[in-house]
């Protein structure tokens, strides 16, 4: 099964009953599926085949405030277009669950996939989970609607996987049992925000502008904990869990760790497997959570290792500083009176392939790095290297 | 004393609060309490679009809004919703001004009404962006004088009554606040009917217009019976006039509204004659099918 289709998957499991949306590739396959799905009679869901983004966002919107549970997805400038509507509902407290198939942006970028998209939206409220594979999208899209909905959180959720690489890539995949499904998410029920006659409550008025963010800004502290909680919880059921936030592969007494975030965490498993295996000290932290920012784990990790080496597949024009990923963590590790060396790459930008020899070069890199105590560059653009020979 | 006791009684039955936050003589407010009257407690309203929406923050019944760049669509998920929860029971009104409707969610609208959702569509036409300082938008009419057509609008108004009919939805309805029982009839009418409803009133705004608020209704019947502002409804495709006014003078209306006052005669004359051309089109197709 590819990521799309384990996204169509999750929603059906989730038991979506609201799915507005709009084709654009690499998503497309996705919302065909679903299409499919109910046209089956396989799912049970009112599917809008909005004339736009901007509009799927809104219909979202609308379905959530009437106490509906709504599914959608985009990508790239999709996500862009309607990104006006994106702060609705963390303001409004609305845990619309919708999957960001990840697309470089125009103009310099193609159809295969970067961060940027979703990246761009880290302001707006959403959480962001990265997956990095077919079965990690639809466990992560059934546990999205759990900790959206859930009464501390009340917050969309985007899970987030990389065109082509994972939507359209086919991996072994256990669909979860629906009746187990339902055992672990039940019905929304939803509270915060309600707009049927007889039921419904006003908001608040402007004066509560500060107040109302802040609410927002500590449902985020609080979804730290519960997207920890969920996944364990499902772990237990199904036997498949993500740890949470950050998971920390094959670091047991290295070093120095390459931090990366969707589909070429698959390939970093390999190269830092085999590099172990020739006694270099390099581990690999797969960065799932970018929103809540797992800060606290970052800092733990930079008392753990002399070197930290982020992988970002973005990049923030003008920053100077490295992708979008590093600035975060560098924000995080700089709280830390003794702070690790903090090492910066961006690869694979608009979707080029990260290649094993690409990554055994980012570790090679950041292992020098501790050797001479020594950062080369503020930011090292590998594919602007001839690294010679694939590995 | 007398007076106030009426209003007191009025508004403690009535689903819009007294007092508002629109200017003195505004149509908006006006536009709401005839509506709401027939439409009933049973209500969602969705909907932005500032001016029009002065006048729906004083309602007591669920509203629910985003910005004016969100017509439609919005109450489009909730029709969903409806749908998935059994609620036939609620009306689902969405409601916008001329900027949002004509200009910047014209797709929406069009959208909406192509794939039939169920609600009442509305336009509360106060014919500029009159929140933001009297800017033109596409239903400003020819020769209006706004803020950003100093010298008078250079294009006529859009027809989007006529252009939302050839979406083939149920029900069409044009109305003015002048005419209340007119106006009521035709928010029933659309109550009653499933799929997609457009009701489109044009509003007096004195503020935008520049004319005496205490000369309101006065200006907008005008509106009505020069025919600026026809009054029909266009109901599985045929076309019906609920009001044919005989002819008068464009002029009487223009000469009323300061926005006009800069026109000259062969304006006036021009404006006059592709008034003619629409009424004298209007009265043939009555009861015709003009929607194919
Ligand atoms: S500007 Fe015009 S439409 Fe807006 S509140 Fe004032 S009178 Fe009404």
């Known amino acids: ?391 | 004393m007398e007076l106030n006791k009426l209003f007191d009684e009025y508004y403690e039955k009535s689903y819009i609060q007294g007092g508002t936050t629109c200017c003195p003589g505004c149509g908006g407010p006006l536009f709401w309490r005839l509506a709401l009257e027939v439409l009933g407690a049973n209500t969602i309203l969705y909907g932005d679009g500032p001016c029009a929406y002065c006048a729906i923050r004083n309602i007591k019944l669920p509203t629910f809004g985003i910005h004016f760049s969100f017509a439609a669509d919005g109450a489009t998920g909730i029709a969903a919703a409806l749908r998935v929860k059994g609620r036939k029971d609620i009306t689902l009104v969405s409601s916008a001004g001329d900027g949002a409707t004509g200009d910047i969610s014209f797709g929406k609208v069009s959208a909406a009404a192509e794939r039939n959702e169920n609600m009442i569509q509305i336009c509360v036409d106060n014919e500029a962006y009159m929140n933001t300082g009297v800017q033109k938008s596409g239903l400003t009419p020819f020769g209006a004088w706004t803020t950003t057509t100093p010298l008078g609008k250079e294009a006529p108004k859009k027809e989007i009554p006529m252009i939302l009919a050839q979406h083939k939805i149920p029900y069409v309805a044009t109305a003015s606040v002048a005419y209340p029982k007119d106006f009521q009839k035709k928010i029933i009418k659309a109550k009653g009917i499933e799929g997609f409803k457009y009701f489109h009133s044009v509003i007096p705004c004195p503020t935008g217009w520049r004319f005496d608020p205490a000369k309101s209704i006065e200006v907008i019947r005008l509106g009505v019976q020069t025919w600026a502002w026809p009054l029909y409804e266009i109901e599985g495709g045929i076309l019906k006039l609920t009001m044919k006014p005989k002819r008068r003078p464009i002029e009487d209306y223009l000469k009323a509204q300061n926005r006009f006052r800069h026109l000259t005669d062969d304006q006036v004359k021009h404006i006059q004659a592709m008034t003619d051309q629409k009424r004298e089109r209007l009265l043939q197709q009555d009861g015709k099918r003009i929607i194919f």
């Open chain 1, 1 to 391: 099964m590819d990521g799309n289709e384990a996204a169509a998957w999750g929603a059906k499991l989730s038991r979506a009953e609201v799915i507005p949306a709009y084709p654009i590739t690499p998503q497309t396959e996705l919302i065909s599926q679903i299409a499919a799905l109910i046209s089956e009679g396989i799912m049970d869901a009112e599917y809008i085949k909005v004339e736009g983004e901007h509009t799927a966002m809104a219909a979202a919107i609308g379905a959530s405030v009437a106490g509906a549970r709504v599914f959608t997805a985009s990508a790239s400038q999709g996500i862009a277009f309607m990104e006006e509507a994106l702060w609705m509902p963390p303001g409004r407290r609305l845990p619309i669950v919708m999957c960001m198939v990840n697309r470089a942006m125009a103009p310099i970028g193609g159809l295969r996939p970067d961060h940027n998209d979703a990246l761009m939206q880290r302001d707006t409220g959403w959480i962001q989970l990265y997956c990095e594979n077919s079965q990690e999208v639809i466990d992560t899209v059934i546990q999205s609607f759990k900790i959206g909905e859930d009464k501390r959180v009340c917050l969309p959720v985007a899970p987030c996987y990389d065109g082509y690489f994972v939507s359209a890539t086919a991996t072994p995949t256990t669909i979860p049992d629906q009746s187990e499904v339902d055992d672990f998410l039940p019905p929304y029920v939803h509270e915060m925000y309600n707009i049927m006659p007889g039921e419904h409550k006003p908001t608040g008025g402007s004066s509560d502008i500060a107040k109302a963010r802040y609410e927002v800004e500590k449902a985020h502290e609080r979804a730290r904990g519960i997207i920890e909680e969920v996944d364990k919880e499902f772990g237990k059921r199904f036997g498949r869990c993500y740890d949470g936030l950050i998971e920390e592969y094959n670091c047991d007494g290295a070093e120095a760790v390459l931090v990366t975030m969707g589909s070429m965490t698959g390939t970093a498993r390999d190269v830092i497997d085999e590099m172990r295996g020739k006694g270099k000290s390099i581990g690999l932290v797969k960065l799932k959570g970018f929103r809540p920012f797992p800060t606290e784990e970052f800092r733990k990790l930079g008392k753990k290792y002399n070197a930290i080496a982020v992988v970002d597949r973005n990049n923030s024009y003008g920053s100077a500083g490295g992708g979008i990923v590093s600035m975060e963590v560098a924000r995080a590790l700089y709280a830390l009176d003794d702070r690790p060396l903090l090492v910066n790459f961006q690869v694979g930008l608009g979707g080029s392939d990260v290649t094993m020899r690409q990554i055994e070069y980012m570790a090679e890199e950041t292992l020098e790095a501790v050797e001479t105590g020594k950062v080369k560059s503020v930011v090292d653009w590998v594919e602007l290297h001839d690294l010679g020979e694939v590995m």
